[in-house]
């Protein structure tokens, strides 16, 4: 969806590195996650922020952070590197305002990370 | 724990025919169900939402069922076309809950 934007597409880093990932999204939504995919094992939430003060884990957070820079902007940041986080992570967005108990997600194109 | 299990291998059929992609989960009650399409090298797109009152669930030649009582989802395209080639993702949750993610079925139509 070109209304969410992942920067970098693609990152190749060393151990130990400290990377950041960015996310910016122009649909006005206040919702915002980062997943991680791994082959066969379905998207994982790492963190998600429902406003610019709100930052919440989520499944496994461990090895990572998050920035709320904005409304439009969610930064996830790998402090130090390793081989295991080697994935395709995914930015999305939702709405509250839909008027329905659940809400479905806007995902940005993906940004392939590979550690080595 | 919560499991969403979705089959691994691919599902390869004929153009023309229909697609059925199952969705199984154990642990969990449900609220709602969700389906999205992804493509390589793209991020999933929504398609369909089912509540769990709700037996089937239609939009264009995609149909959905929730059986809350099998703790399974079915997943049917009819009349599929090459361009339907995807790999498809089911998506549980309850109300105001995140999202949780099978892993996925990739479906190959073949001309």
């Known amino acids: 969806d070109a209304d969410v934007t992942q920067t970098p597409r693609n990152r190749i880093t060393k151990t130990g590195k400290r990377i950041m990932l960015e996310c910016s999204q122009t649909k006005g939504h206040d919702r915002m996650y980062w997943y991680r995919q791994d082959p066969g094992l379905g998207l994982r939430l790492i963190y998600y922020?429902?406003?610019?003060?709100?930052?919440n884990k989520g499944e496994i957070s461990d090895g990572y952070s998050v920035s709320r820079q904005a409304q439009a902007k969610f930064s996830l940041s790998l402090e130090s590197a390793i081989p295991n986080q080697t994935a395709l992570y995914f930015c999305?967005?939702?709405?509250?305002?839909?008027?329905?108990?659940?809400?479905?997600?806007?995902f940005g194109p993906g940004t392939r990370l590979l550690v080595l | 724990s919560q499991k969403i299990e979705q089959n691994s291998e691919a599902l390869n059929i004929q153009e023309g025919k229909t697609a059925t992609l199952t969705c199984n989960y154990t642990n969990y009650s449900p609220a709602y169900l969700q389906w999205y399409r992804q493509d390589p090298g793209r991020g999933p797109v929504f398609l369909l939402l089912?509540?769990?009152?709700?037996k089937e669930k239609r939009k264009e030649r995609l149909k959905v069922t929730f059986d809350t009582t099998l703790k399974q989802s079915l997943f049917h395209i009819t009349a599929s076309q090459p361009a339907d080639s995807a790999t498809y993702l089911c998506a549980l949750s309850n109300a105001g809950n995140m999202l949780t993610f099978g892993g996925g079925t990739r479906l190959m139509v073949k001309p």
């Open positions: 922020s429902f406003d610019v003060k709100d930052i």
């Open positions: 089912i509540r769990e009152n709700e």
């Open positions: 999305a967005t939702s709405d509250p305002r839909t008027g329905i108990s659940v809400e479905t997600q806007y």
